[in-house]
């Protein structure tokens, strides 16, 4: 089975400070990790994707994710907050090749100017 | 390019009637996913398809519920009769088979049952 913990539920962070989205997962195979952004009231949009290659992953929008196996941690950062990051980011994993996603609780990210 | 298209984007309803949500996917796509997002529950995958042929539905939560894709270009999601319980978000998301999690999200279709 698999499974994700998004440790945070919010992130208050000002405009052009480090971000950071923390994930833990669990999986009885191989797994692939997500994170997924979404804005309010809009659909969810993919931000990045680990499968089985470089541990270090980097996504839209100058996000990138770190695949830790012996941490089974899959963190999400950004060098530098703008406002229009803003939104609720989800961690997301799937045994690989599987079409079933897990999503984990979701974490709030509030940037202040 | 259209993204995936779902409607309505807001239905309020009374408990009992039926309620029918509509998706467009991706042209191309070939897999198709029914999700629900509730504050309680978070996102919850309801059903899933792949070249139009239903490959889970274990998370429908019960027989009021149904789903269709007669074909490539759309599929419905049907709750007869509805339930108060039933007030949600739900989203239609799309994708390649070959490109399992990459999934593409519709805006959604915030359902209240009244």
């Known amino acids: 089975a698999q499974s994700v913990t998004q440790l945070d539920s919010h992130v208050s962070v000002s405009e052009g400070t480090p971000v950071l989205l923390r994930c833990n997962y669990s999986?009885?195979?191989?797994?692939?990790l997500f994170w997924y952004v979404q804005h309010p009231n809009k659909g969810l949009q993919l931000l990045l994707k680990?499968?089985?290659?470089?541990?270090l992953v980097k996504g839209i929008n100058g996000f990138e994710a770190e695949f830790k196996k012996s941490e089974t941690s899959f963190h999400l950062t950004k060098p530098s907050a703008h406002m229009s990051d803003a939104a609720e980011y989800f961690c997301v994993v799937s045994a690989r090749g599987f079409q079933k996603l897990v999503f984990g609780t979701g974490t709030r990210l509030l940037v202040s100017p | 390019d259209a993204g995936v298209i779902q409607s309505p984007r807001h239905e309020v309803t009374e408990m009992g009637q039926e309620v029918t949500l509509r998706c467009k996917p991706i042209?191309?796509?070939?897999?198709l996913f029914w999700y629900r997002q509730t504050m309680m529950r978070g996102l919850e995958l309801l059903i899933y398809f792949n070249n139009n042929v239903p490959i889970d539905d274990s998370g429908m939560p019960e027989d009021r519920f149904s789903a269709k894709m007669p074909n490539a270009s759309f599929s419905t999601l049907k709750i007869q009769p509805s339930e108060p319980r039933d007030s949600a978000v739900y989203f239609c998301?799309?994708?390649?088979?070959?490109?399992?999690?990459?999934?593409?999200f519709g805006e959604g279709s915030r359902l209240t049952v009244l």
């Open positions: 042209s191309g796509h070939n897999s």
């Open positions: 999986s009885s195979y191989s797994p692939s």
């Open positions: 680990y499968t089985s290659a470089a541990t």
């Open positions: 998301a799309s994708s390649l088979r070959d490109s399992a999690g990459e999934l593409f």
